[in-house]
């Protein structure tokens, strides 16, 4: 059973560009949360998905960025138009239900030039 | 609001040193304390956990006790290995939420020399 698999591992993208992260959950996962993690600082939550509905996007900055997951395939992030502030560490977890047994992804670390 | 604060790193041991990671948090209620930590190039994984107050929640030799009279939740290993280097991240559920979301101190690098 693979864990919580994210691509690319790492991302350039120059400024302006788009963003695309991808998360494939845990087999029978249907929670996916996204958590951001700038440098030197902790992981900050983004967004909380279930299958086809956003449950809790409070932490997903107003503009540029976006997330789904559909009912078929991985969750991806969305970030349109790159700025250097951007960069960082992009963490998916997954979980059968929403409590806190969450597995962890390896990350994307965006690098914006 | 709520939030969890961690002791600086680096943390440089040798290896059989003792090791104590400090992590304060400040919240409504008693939430639920945990740890994870991240090896490197990896995820975070859950290392151990707590729900209330005087829990001591244990795991591959790693302690922490919930301490609600100091809001404190320690990491503590008696012996450190080479393979404990890692970044250690104390955390605790975000407000009264019942989302799931977990709030993350800043993590702390723990290098163990041979």
Known sequence: NAGVMQNPRHLVRRRGQEARLRCSPMKGHSHVYWYRQLPEEGLKFMVYLQKENIIDESGMPKERFSAEFPKEGPSILRIQQVVRGDSAAYFCASSVDSNYGYTFGSGTRLTVV | ?114
């Not at chain 2, 740890?35 to 005087?54: H, I, N, R, S």
């Not at chain 2, 829990?55 to 006790?65: I, L, P, Q, R």
Request: hydrophobic share 30%.
């Open chain 2, 1 to 114: 609001g709520d939030s969890v604060t961690q002791m600086e790193g680096p943390v440089t041991l040798s290896e059989e040193a003792f090791l104590t990671i400090n992590c304060t948090y400040t919240a409504t209620g008693y939430p639920s304390l945990f740890w994870y930590v991240q090896y490197p190039g990896e995820g975070l994984q859950l290392l151990l956990k707590a729900t209330k107050a005087d829990d001591k929640g244990s795991n591959k030799g790693f302690e922490a006790t919930y301490r609600k009279e100091t809001t404190s939740f320690h990491l503590e290993k008696g012996s450190v290995q080479v393979s404990d280097s890692a970044v250690y991240f104390c955390a605790l559920p975000h407000g009264s939420s019942n989302t799931g979301k977990l709030i993350f101190g800043q993590g702390t690098t723990l290098q163990v020399k041979p």
